[in-house]
């Protein structure tokens, strides 16, 4: 007997509810994987051993392999429907992190282990790239439109107090361990939650509906058109302006981004406990930042939000210099994260105004990120060179440091202000079309980086306008 169409909505209805309440359990799954992100695989390096320049070549390199990877993947759901390569991607994800679980061990035994660190944080970073777009685009197909700020401002909240666990937790049980010289099973451990979360993760994934497995955003055609429609965007100065504006912000960024906690946990002597507090305090900034500097870029636009956020980002290095007094050092992530909050929903906000008309989003927002890729893969790497050197260099100087890392500090606040002042004059509020207002956007926290905190995830809340209504951008995402 044929399901009556009430029944046929009752089972849809069942159907989608379980499978938003699988979602909201993967965010607290994977949200142990990314909590260790980019700050404990830093910690890990140094404790390691690693030179300067391995360890900008820990933050440059995955990151550069990761949004190309990001780009090449977005064909992949044309041939593999996306609920599968979602899953098998986070599988091979939490293998990475496992692998590094054991790769602690394995530098306890006095193996060579920081290139194979580099080696599984690319697998790491690429798997997270590959994700991103089809998660959102799943997400995207389910969510119904005028219940996504509510049900990602949850996913979000959950996300935000499992990160915050972790990073305690492991910043104690590292702490723990160093004090009785076991500071390489405290990384084990803190690897291996982090690998059993995006098992987990992955498991949650395979049981939620997929309402559309091979999504528009794979078809080659959409593809060759969004990238004629970039060709085009380059061609436009405001576009152009743009991209080179963030990328050169975020290169700049990078010179010092990886030494940070070289100069906590070596010179500083902080424990790993003191050092995941100092690294938290940002980033719990950042989450209660957005709604804020979100209603001020309603209300005066996102060009304004960039212009104060880009006067605090040049002077957050120099910063550092005036003491090492532990607290005080709070109080300057505290300041990094307002910063990095309004420029981060500014400069993504400015994307979303001024890509190409009925371009598609995922696509478009993975290629400007390859741009910006590139510039923090020659940034870090400065860096890199910079702080081989920084003794020698530190000797030219007509003053003394308390530390020749300052001189890294000092190269990235300089570069930063460089960068401000030449480009935010030739940045101008886009008057394109009408977008949605901010309180309107749903977004979730994809995960965290040494560079600028919290890396920031889009889903559009308002509904798409009926066919002749409008451009039709509303719910793309």
């Not at 309180?439 to 965290?448: E, S």
């Amino acid at each position: 007997m044929a399901a009556t169409p009430s029944t046929a909505k009752r089972r849809l209805d069942r159907r989608l509810r379980s499978t938003l309440q699988h979602s909201q359990k993967e965010a607290v799954a994977s949200a142990l994987m990314t909590a260790t992100g980019d700050n404990f695989f830093s910690a890990f390096a140094i404790h390691l051993q690693a030179s300067a320049l391995q360890l900008s070549s820990l933050t440059a390199i995955p990151q550069f392999v990761g949004a190309f990877v990001q780009v090449a993947s977005l064909s992949a759901a044309h041939f593999v429907e996306r609920k599968k390569l979602v899953v098998v991607t986070a599988l091979v994800q939490a293998l990475a992190v496992l692998l590094l679980a054991l790769l602690s061990a394995a530098a306890w035994l006095g193996l060579p282990a920081i290139r194979w660190l580099i080696v599984l944080v690319i697998v790491y970073h690429a798997c997270l790239n590959i994700i991103q777009p089809y998660w959102r685009a799943w997400m995207g197909s389910l969510v119904p439109a005028n219940r996504r700020g509510v049900f990602f401002a949850h996913r979000t909240r959950l996300t935000m107090a499992t990160s915050f666990v972790m990073y305690l937790a492991g910043g104690g049980l590292l702490t723990l361990g160093q004090q009785f010289a076991l500071a390489w099973a405290g990384f084990s451990f803190i690897f291996l939650a982090a690998a059993a979360g995006r098992g987990v993760s992955a498991y949650y994934f395979s049981r939620m509906h997929d309402p559309d497995p091979h999504p528009r955003m794979s078809e080659p055609a959409v593809i060759s058109s969004t990238l004629a429609h970039c060709k085009e965007a380059i061609k436009d100065r405001s576009f152009r302006q743009y991209s080179l504006f963030v990328a050169f912000m975020q290169g700049m960024v990078a010179i010092s981004a990886p030494f940070f906690a070289v100069y906590q946990l070596d010179e500083l002597q902080f424990t790993y406990f003191q050092y995941a507090i100092t690294s938290m305090a940002s980033i719990v900034m950042q989450f209660f930042m957005l709604a804020i500097w979100g209603k001020v870029a309603d209300r005066y636009g996102n060009r304004w939000v960039m212009m104060i956020t880009s006067i605090i980002l040049p002077g957050l290095p120099v910063l550092w210099l005036f003491s090492p007094n532990f607290y005080y050092l709070i109080l300057v992530q505290l300041i990094s994260g307002i910063g990095w909050s309004g420029f981060n929903l500014s400069t993504a906000n400015y994307l979303y105004d001024i890509r190409p008309h009925r371009s598609n989003f995922a696509i478009y927002a993975a290629l400007q990120s390859s741009t910006m890729a590139g510039f923090v893969f020659a940034g870090a790497m400065l860096g890199g060179w910079v702080a081989t050197y920084r003794a020698e260099i530190a000797n030219w100087l007509p003053f003394n440091l308390a530390s020749t890392l300052f001189v890294v500090f000092i190269l990235s606040s300089l570069l930063r202000s460089l960068v401000s002042l030449w480009f935010l004059p030739q940045i101008k509020e886009p008057h394109i079309r009408p977008r949605p207002e901010m309180l309107k956007i749903a977004y979730r926290i994809a995960r965290f980086n040494a560079i600028s905190g919290m890396v920031l995830d889009w889903l559009t809340v308002y509904r798409k306008p009926r066919d002749g209504d409008g451009d039709g951008d509303g719910d793309e995402e």
